[in-house]
């Protein structure tokens, strides 16, 4: 029986296995995936799991996107570009690290008909998954690239990989078509991003790759000034399709029917 992990902390709000484990059974797979809430001091033995083959493949979620690598064998070309790992598996005796959240964005981006090349982008955050983001938006072909964060340190260091990102200070709102949360702000309930959400205007896109709860309060917020509003559970399906494929040779079906299985 093949085995797979998700590995992350906080782990308990992934739908990961519902996902994986429905498709399992739909292809008629001899698999089973789990869950499991990790330290920084479980990474090594994880990846040495993957090569002795007693586990067949693991997604990474945050914190351990970019601190799992020291012990991977070799990145795919998204994973080097972005120094962001989602997706793991062995491949010709290596610990191969991949990102399939530059491919998730992209599609769900495609899936809800949005364009956004051209656009101005604020991208919320500059953990885990925004250099993913940002190569997204390069690909699609957005005209600026705004982020900002907390710590501006954080959003320096992106700016020395993608020259063409523009840092502004958190809180500002440069003039923009599109506003995304990459933050882990809104998990929890009770957490809020302050912005002076009416400055934004109307008819812009609203994205937030937290799929869980499905509408955050930076969601809300853009619902209540007039804006369309996205959750990541599209992305979440797209990166997932992906990893399935490449460990069981199967593209699954992202379809209704497993958003309203998720929802």
């Given at each position: 029986?093949k085995?797979?992990?998700?590995?992350?902390?906080?782990?308990?709000?992934?739908?990961?296995?519902?996902?994986?484990?429905?498709w399992?059974?739909?292809?008629?797979?001899?698999a089973?995936?789990g869950?499991?809430?990790?330290?920084?001091?479980?990474?090594?033995?994880?990846?040495?799991?993957?090569?002795?083959?007693?586990?067949d493949g693991l997604?990474?979620?945050?914190?351990?996107?970019?601190?799992?690598?020291?012990?991977?064998d070799?990145l795919?070309?998204?994973?080097?570009?972005?120094?962001s790992?989602?997706?793991?598996?062995l491949k010709?005796?290596m610990?191969?690290?991949?990102n399939?959240?530059?491919?998730?964005f992209?599609?769900?981006i495609?899936h809800?008909k949005?364009?956004?090349?051209q656009?101005?982008v604020?991208?919320?955050?500059?953990?885990g998954?925004?250099?993913?983001?940002i190569?997204?938006?390069?690909?699609?072909?957005?005209?600026?690239?705004?982020?900002?964060?907390?710590?501006r340190?954080k959003?320096?260091?992106l700016?020395?990989?993608?020259s063409?990102?523009?840092?502004?200070?958190w809180?500002a709102?440069?003039?923009?078509?599109?506003?995304?949360?990459a933050?882990?702000l809104?998990?929890?309930?009770?957490?809020?991003?302050?912005?002076?959400?009416s400055?934004i205007?109307?008819?812009?896109?609203?994205?937030d790759?937290?799929?869980?709860?499905?509408?955050?309060?930076?969601?809300?917020?853009?619902?209540?000034?007039?804006?369309?509003?996205?959750?990541?559970m599209?992305?979440f399906?797209?990166q997932?399709?992906?990893?399935?494929?490449i460990w069981?040779?199967?593209?699954?079906?992202?379809?209704?029917?497993?958003?309203?299985?998720?929802?």
């Open positions: 029986m085995k797979f992990l998700v590995i992350g902390n906080p782990i308990e709000h992934s739908l990961s296995p519902n996902l994986h484990n429905y399992i059974k739909k292809n008629n797979l001899n089973i995936y869950k499991l809430e990790t330290h920084e001091n479980d990474l090594p033995e994880l990846c040495k799991s993957v090569k002795r083959g007693e586990l997604n990474v979620t945050v914190p351990f996107k970019n601190s799992i690598i020291p012990f991977l070799k795919t070309t998204e994973a080097e570009k972005t120094q790992v989602n997706t793991i598996y010709d005796e610990v191969i690290g991949h399939t959240d530059i491919e998730g992209e599609l769900a495609k809800i949005y364009d956004v090349s656009k101005k604020l991208l919320l955050g500059a953990g998954v925004s250099p993913s983001i190569l997204a938006l390069h690909n699609m072909k957005a005209k600026r690239i705004f982020i900002s964060n907390r710590t340190s959003a320096e260091n700016k020395k990989i993608f063409e990102i523009e840092i502004v200070e809180g709102l440069p003039d923009l078509d599109m506003i995304i949360n933050t882990s809104g998990l929890k309930n009770d957490e809020k991003i302050n912005l002076e959400y400055k205007g109307s008819n812009k896109l609203f994205y790759v937290i799929y869980n709860p499905s509408q955050t309060d930076f969601l809300k917020s853009g619902k209540d000034t007039g804006n369309k509003i996205e959750n990541g599209k992305m399906l797209y997932a399709q992906a990893s399935f494929k069981n040779k199967i593209t699954p079906e992202v379809n209704d029917k497993i958003l309203k299985l998720l929802d």
